[in-house]
């Protein structure tokens, strides 16, 4: 029987890169970049069909664009694209008069997300300008959740720096009708009812860049990542702070960002948990003008949920520098111990093997690095 | 007849690089070339179908973002030339 691999999925500010270790995780290997020169802000494994990836294809030349693979990203094929429905369109996807059918066209694919093991052929996509697609034939078609689209409220909806995108999708293990999205200056959304309707999720979470510190949306959700034994719990990193919610996302977000202890700076963009670690989620935090690490060096923290204690799982004297890392910018693996992957905007991949002990940096110099994922197969 | 000239950056998409066609309008064109390869679908036009920003097209020399756009007329034109332009880093 085959060894089992680890590989650290890349999507690069010029393509996609596969780095590969054995389970040990101490040696890696960089793949050949593929699509070259294009920006590749997710490259995601799907774990219902072990070696297919997804990758977010944005091409400045060609726009976006979705690549699947199914040898562990040896060779990837172009799929379908979602595209806004246009009423000028030559081939209107749904209705014409939908308030969709007057909007911009999709430039930007920001995130993929496998469906639920119960739903072995769905895909979801999120898009900016603000869009939600699903697919269930693996990506060779897509159709618009109509309530992103069609939302009376969207007029209202504004961009934030990287644009109006939606960049969470969030399946519940347990439900797949119950799922969460993150829009940029919009914030969180939940839908028990596989994506007809959706309420937000924001409260307690705080905007302070308007008038009104805690409206009802407008929040700019940066990242959210759900518990991995416990899918009620919600660790979401914020343009207002690191916050946790304990019931399904419904109620108060408690921000732990600013309790004794905790990072210099709650703000952030990055925030994943591990399957290994229940209980627990690591955050990259970044501050100033510069959206730069705080302490002279990457910089990672552990909030463990459980104890209600913050913990710096990376000492910023190890690599030295001011470092970005982006929304996707940190993942974990299936492993136990669990595997810390983080990717900085300058292009230095870091990994821990061993929960956040001890830390490498893989020997390449990528370009500035959009996502991270890790996939163990 | 038109002597059509694709960026070589398209061939990953059109494995044709020159051809001659007799469309009327430049948007007739593209339709023919989309037809012809279908992974250039969206890829020139958006789903809007407005030329891409980073996408030249120039008729007989003359760039089409200063005359008529994708409505510019290929009656008696000699050449089209589809490229990308000068942008990255």
């Given at each position: ?11 690069t500010r010029k393509g ?17 970049v593929?699509n070259a020169g294009r920006d590749i ?16 294809v944005n091409s400045g030349f060609w726009g ?44 930007n ?258 370009p500035g ?9 | ?6 960026d070589a950056m398209l ?41 891409r920003r980073y996408v030249k ?26 490229l990308h332009s000068i942008a990255g880093g």
């Open positions: 029987m085959a060894q089992k691999k680890v590989r650290v999925l890349v999507g996609t890169y596969i780095v590969e270790s054995d389970t040990r995780r101490r040696s890696w290997k960089v793949r050949p593929s802000f997710h490259v995601t494994a799907d774990p219902r069909r072990p070696g297919t990836l997804f990758a977010a976006p664009i979705v690549y699947r693979s199914s040898d562990w990203g040896k060779s990837w094929r172009e799929v379908a694209t979602p595209l806004t429905p246009v009423a000028k369109s030559r081939e209107p996807m749904f209705d014409p008069d939908s308030p969709a059918a007057k909007g911009r066209p999709v430039i694919l920001w995130h993929i997300a496998p469906g639920h093991p119960s739903e072995p052929k769905t895909v979801f996509i999120g898009t900016d300008p603000h869009g939600l697609f699903r697919s269930d034939d693996r990506g060779e078609s897509w159709s618009p959740v109509s309530w992103v689209q069609d939302h009376p409220d969207r007029k209202n909806w504004s961009p934030g720096a990287g644009g109006p995108c939606l960049h969470t999708i969030l399946v519940d293990p347990r439900d797949p009708k119950r799922m969460y999205i993150g829009m940029s200056a919009v914030g969180t959304f939940r839908s028990d009812d596989a994506g007809a309707h959706w309420h937000p999720t924001n409260q307690g979470v705080e905007t302070p860049f308007q008038p009104e510190k805690f409206p009802e949306t407008g929040q700019c959700v940066h990242h959210v990542a759900l518990d991995a034994e416990d899918p009620e719990v919600a660790y979401r990193q914020d343009h207002g702070g690191m916050y946790v919610n304990r019931h399904g996302m419904e109620g108060r977000w408690e921000r732990v960002g600013k309790l004794k202890g905790a990072p210099p700076d709650d703000f952030g963009f990055a925030v994943t948990s591990a399957p290994a670690l229940p209980g627990r989620a690591f955050f990259v935090p970044l501050g100033g003008e510069a959206r730069t690490t705080l302490r002279g060096g990457l910089d990672v923290w552990e909030w463990n949920d459980r104890t209600r204690r913050w913990r710096s799982v990376l000492s910023p004297k190890l690599f030295p520098g001011d470092y970005g890392v982006q929304r996707e910018g940190i993942a974990a693996d299936a492993l136990e111990p669990a595997g810390l992957y983080v990717g900085t905007t300058t292009g230095q991949l870091v990994v821990s093997p061993d929960a956040g002990r001890s830390w490498t940096l893989v020997p390449y110099q990528f690095i959009h996502s991270v994922e890790a996939a163990v197969g | 007849m038109a002597e059509v000239h694709l061939r990953e998409f059109a494995p044709r690089r020159n051809f001659v066609s007799d469309a009327p309008t430049l948007d007739a064109l593209l339709d023919e070339l989309e037809r012809d390869s279908p992974r250039l679908r969206h890829k020139l036009r958006d789903e809007t179908g407005v030329l097209v120039f008729v007989d020399g003359r760039e089409v973002g200063a005359s008529a756009g994708l409505a510019t007329s290929l009656e008696g034109a000699r050449t089209v030339d589809i």
